[in-house]
C-alpha cells in the first residue's frame, strides 16, 4: 500500500513538473486622451482556473501575473499617471482554454469580457467581446503561446477601443450585470418584432433601431445587389451594414451579401473568414476593425499570409453578430 501510494504521488510530481505556465500579460493600456481615471475588473467567473492546453505533448496552464483584478488594475495604474473624470468597469465572466476535441492540435480559449462606463452607481454598457477564438500549430511556433497571446491583445485591444467609446444609454444597476445583455436587448425594436423594417442600414444602431437610410438598390441579372444609391451618392458596400429585402437579412461584407440564419445561438451567415476582408491596392487585408476586437485579429492573421492561424481558412464557416455590438463572433 505504501508503494502504491509512493508511485500516485510521483506520478502527481511528474504531472505538475511538467505543466509549463503561460502568463496572460496585458501590457500597456494608456489612454491617450488622458480622460479615465479608473478601470476596475470584476472578475464573476465561478471558475478562476482557466484550463489547460497540450502542445506537442507538453501541458501549458494559463494565468495572470496576478489574480486577473489584479493584473489588469496595476497594469492600468502603471500605464496613466493623468487622473481624467471617467471609471470604467470591465467585467469578466468567462476565461477558459483547451484543445479542440476533433483536432487536439488546435488551440483555443472561449472569451466573455465586457466593458461599462460607471457614473452615480450605474453601469452603461460599452463593447464587448465574446466567442470561442483558435490557433493552429506552426512549424515552429507553440501554439499555446500563439492563443495566448490572442486573449492578451484582445484584452488589450477592448480596453482601449472602450476609452473614448461611447456607451449604450441604458443604467443597469450593478445587481443586475449578469443580465446586461436580456436587458440591453428588451430595449432594441429589432429584438421585439416578427416583421422587419426593409431597406439598407449604413450601422448596426440604425439596425437594431429598425431607421433605414433612405436608398435604392437593384439587382443584376445574376440577382446580386447593385447600385445602392442615396437619391445623390452611391453608397460603397463596405459603408453597409445590411440590408432587409422580403424580411430576410442580407449582411454586407466585402464579396457582397450574405444571408443571415437564426438558431438557439443567435443570428449567423455562412462565409470563409478572410472574405471578411478586402485587399488594398498594396496587397495589405483592410476592414479587421469591421468585425471589432475578433475581427481586428482575423484581419492581422489574414495580412500576415498564414492561412492556416486561427480564424483565416479556406473553409466556410457559421460567423455570428453579436446582438449587443453587431460585431462577429465565433462560436465553435
Known amino acids: 500500500m505504501k508503494k502504491a501510494l509512493q508511485f500516485v504521488f510521483l506520478s502527481l510530481s511528474i504531472i505538475t513538473f511538467s505543466q509549463t505556465t503561460e502568463t496572460?500579460?496585458?501590457?500597456?493600456?494608456?489612454?491617450?486622451?488622458?480622460?479615465?481615471?479608473?478601470l476596475t475588473v470584476i472578475d464573476s467567473r465561478t471558475l478562476k482556473e482557466m484550463g489547460t492546453v497540450i502542445s506537442k505533448g507538453d501541458t501549458y496552464q494559463f494565468a495572470f501575473p496576478k489574480t486577473a483584478k489584479d493584473a489588469i488594475e496595476t497594469a492600468f495604474t502603471e500605464s496613466n499617471k493623468d487622473s481624467g473624470k471617467n471609471d470604467i468597469v470591465l467585467l469578466i465572466n468567462d476565461l477558459y482554454f483547451f484543445n479542440d476535441n476533433k483536432s487536439p492540435e488546435i488551440a483555443k480559449a472561449k472569451i466573455s469580457i465586457a466593458t461599462f462606463f460607471k457614473r452615480n452607481d450605474k453601469y452603461f454598457f460599452i463593447n464587448r467581446t465574446d466567442g470561442i477564438i483558435s490557433a493552429s500549430p506552426v512549424e515552429g511556433v507553440n501554439v499555446a503561446h500563439t492563443i495566448n497571446n490572442k486573449i492578451s491583445q484582445l484584452f488589450k485591444q477592448l480596453i482601449l477601443t472602450s476609452y473614448n467609446s461611447v456607451a449604450v444609454g441604458i443604467p443597469i444597476n450593478?445587481?443586475?450585470l449578469a443580465d446586461y445583455e436580456n436587458i440591453i436587448k428588451n430595449t432594441y425594436p429589432v429584438y421585439k418584432t416578427e416583421s422587419l423594417t426593409p431597406g439598407v442600414y449604413l450601422s448596426f444602431k440604425s439596425f437594431v433601431q429598425q431607421k433605414p437610410t433612405p436608398a435604392t438598390y437593384r439587382r443584376d441579372k445574376d440577382g446580386d445587389i447593385k447600385g445602392v444609391n442615396d437619391g445623390t451618392y452611391n453608397i460603397k458596400i463596405s459603408d453597409i451594414y445590411c440590408i432587409v429585402e422580403d424580411n430576410k437579412i442580407l449582411k454586407a461584407i466585402p464579396i457582397g451579401y450574405k444571408e443571415v440564419f437564426k438558431n438557439e445561438k443567435g443570428w449567423y451567415f455562412e462565409a470563409i473568414p478572410a472574405d471578411l476582408f478586402q485587399q488594398s491596392m498594396n496587397g495589405a487585408m483592410i476592414g479587421g476593425m469591421t468585425g471589432g476586437m475578433v475581427g481586428a485579429l482575423i484581419g492581422a492573421a489574414a495580412d500576415s499570409g498564414k492561412k492556416n492561424i486561427g480564424f483565416v481558412s479556406k473553409v466556410k464557416t457559421q460567423i455570428y453578430l453579436d446582438p449587443l455590438t453587431g460585431e462577429y463572433v465565433f462560436k465553435d
Open 24 to 38: 496572460i500579460e496585458i501590457g500597456k493600456i494608456k489612454d491617450k486622451s488622458g480622460m479615465t481615471k479608473s
Open 174 to 176: 450593478e445587481g443586475s
